[in-house]
T-cell receptor, first 111, second 114 residues
Framework: QKEVEQDPGPLSVPEGAIVSLNCTYS??????FMWYRQYSRKGPELLMY????GNKEDGRFTAQVDKSSKYISLFIRDSQPSDSATYLC???????????FGAGTRLAVHP | EPEVTQTPSHQVTQMGQEVILRCVPI?????FYWYRQILGQKVEFLVS????????KSEIFDDQFSVERPDGSNFTLKIRSTKLEDSAMYFC????????????FGSGTRLTVV
């Protein structure tokens, strides 16, 4: 079983739509969860992180963790063409904080 | 905003050749990492480095790979004898305190082995 699973998409939405991106994970010991954004030919850029269960909001972005179902989500409100990128979920494993990434979901927001 | 700088942005090498990928981490960061992303696949952890030694490595990081911090600013990944399957984007990252939400990634080096 893969540690972090993510639907690669692609996902295409009109500008202004609410976007929902999701991942599942296998190990209930995972505690930290991150969302990264990756533009073409660039490195991952941290968007948000959450610890344990609950919601966290930052502007148009909301990250949600449901530990009972091992499900993590990122919601983007009022999506913009500049949000077009690949979104990677990640969790932390081990004592040296290595990241385990999902496959990434490619999002296209069209005007 | 401080950046992690990687050079070169693209490297083409022949199978069997040695390559060195270079990274300049953020200056006050103490923890350093290499990840790679084969085209169409996940970003995968290779190695972490702290206090001038490897703190953790993945099973991908076999004897053909090595890392070094030769001076106070550079952090390098050497692949001794490249294989076709080493073709990937290689990302360097650094962190001040080792907390994963404090990582900053570089833009990557695209390695093409022919």
């Amino acid at each position: 079983q893969k540690e972090v699973e993510q639907d690669p998409g692609p996902l295409s939405v009109p500008e202004g739509a609410i976007v929902s991106l999701n991942c599942t994970y296998s190990n209930s010991a995972f505690q930290y969860f991150m969302w990264y954004r990756q533009y073409s030919r660039k490195g991952p850029e941290l968007l948000m992180y959450t610890y344990s269960s609950g919601n966290k909001e930052d502007g148009r972005f909301t990250a949600q963790v449901d530990k009972s179902s091992k499900y993590i989500s990122l919601f983007i409100r009022d999506s913009q063409p500049s949000d077009s990128a690949t979104y990677l979920c990640a969790t932390v494993s081990g004592g040296y904080n290595k990241l385990i990434f999902g496959a990434g979901t490619r999002l296209a927001v069209h005007p | 905003e401080p950046e992690v700088t990687q050079t070169p942005s693209h490297q083409v090498t022949q199978m069997g050749q040695e390559v060195i990928l270079r990274c300049v981490p953020i200056s006050n960061h103490l923890y350093f990492y290499w990840y790679r992303q084969i085209l169409g696949q996940k970003v995968e952890f290779l190695v972490s480095f702290y206090n001038n030694e490897i703190s953790e490595k993945s099973e991908i990081f076999d004897d053909q790979f090595s890392v070094e911090r030769p001076d106070g600013s550079n952090f390098t990944l050497k692949i001794r004898s490249t294989k076709l399957e080493d073709s990937a984007m290689y990302f360097c990252a650094s962190s001040q305190d080792g907390l994963s939400y404090g990582y900053t990634f570089g833009s990557g080096t695209r390695l093409t082995v022919v």
